[in-house]
Each structure stands twice: as structure tokens, then as C-alpha cells.
């Protein structure tokens, strides 16, 4: 299956809720309460996006769209933004869901790669995240690609599960 990577925009903040939902449904049942689960809004998830999508550069949130040009994934990548932006080089992959029918057809590297190029060429030297200690798929998937665990699992307030930060040169 072919993939095309692009620049999400608005229009697209929809489908990126529903690939949200679908994503944390198919990727954390079992690590997180079914509860959360169950309560999950694409539309107030597509209201978050929406913002990531209009931010200024750096940030930027890339889709991957099917032969048929429907939105399957996406990614959102930028500056670390908590408690305050870094001047040290680091930059952030916030996220990177996919529908789960396209999981293990490239659409998950391909978007992995365009954000990691587009941190480096914007000058960014390392990246962070933060993967649910238990999401064993998830750390495989990074692993491959050059990222590490870089410290120790954390469950911050708020937070469905206890997650463990992984990071790799840009």
C-alpha cells in the first residue's frame, strides 16, 4: 500500500478524532480503564488537533493518506511545550496514531519519518516521548527506529497508566 505524507490541515481534524479514538481503543485496552476508554470524544479530541494543526512552526501535525486520499494516521511533532520550552535542542513526537486496519503497512513509518526529518531540518538535535510502560508494541516500533528508554516510568497526575520516556538523536 502506497502512502502519501502531507501537512494536515483543518479539514482534516475530524478524521484525525476518530483515528484517535480507534487508536487508544485498539492500542490500550487492557493498559488503560476501559472506563477512559469508553468515554473517549473524537470531536473534542478533533478541537485539541485543531490547534496543533494551526500552530506556528516549528509544531507541525502530518497525515498519511491512502490510495483514495482518506486519512489513515498521523503524527504531531514540536517543541516541548511543559513546564517550558527548551533551548537545549530537544524536541517532542506528541503523538502518532494509526486506524488500526492500515497497523503494519509502512503508514506508521512513513509518518514516524517525516517528523523526525521535519524536527531536524528545523534545527532540533534530539527528540523525546513518551510511551505506557505496558505498550510493548509501541516500544518495539520505536526501538526500530533509534529511539531508547531515557529514564525511569512516571505516572504524572492525571495519567491512565504509568509511561516511560524514550528519546534518539535527530
Do not use: K
Not at 115 to 120: E, M, N, R, S, T
Not at 135 to 163: I, K, L, V
Amino acid at each position: 500500500m502506497g502512502w502519501t505524507i502531507r501537512r494536515a490541515v483543518d479539514a482534516d481534524a475530524e478524521r484525525i478524532g476518530e483515528i484517535t479514538v480507534a487508536g487508544w481503543r485498539h492500542a490500550y485496552r487492557g493498559i488503560v480503564d476501559d472506563e477512559r476508554l469508553d468515554a473517549l470524544d473524537a470531536g473534542e479530541i478533533a478541537e485539541v488537533r485543531r490547534g496543533a494543526i494551526a500552530a506556528p512552526e516549528p509544531m507541525a501535525v502530518f497525515v498519511a493518506d491512502d490510495e483514495r486520499g482518506r486519512v489513515m494516521g498521523y503524527c504531531v511533532v514540536g517543541p516541548p511545550r511543559e513546564p517550558e520550552p527548551s533551548d537545549d535542542g530537544t524536541a517532542v513526537l506528541y503523538t502518532l496514531y494509526l486506524d488500526p486496519a492500515v497497523i503494519g503497512t509502512g503508514a506508521g513509518s512513513a509518518l514516524h519519518d517525516a517528523g523526525v526529518a521535519h524536527l531536524a531540518a528545523a534545527g532540533f538535535s534530539r527528540a523525546t516521548l513518551w510511551v505506557y510502560t505496558a505498550n510493548t508494541g509501541a516500544q518495539r516500533f520505536y526501538a526500530r527506529r533509534g529511539w531508547h528508554a531515557d529514564g525511569e516510568p512516571y505516572q504524572g497526575p492525571g495519567w491512565s497508566a504509568p509511561a516511560t520516556p524514550w528519546a534518539r538523536p535527530l
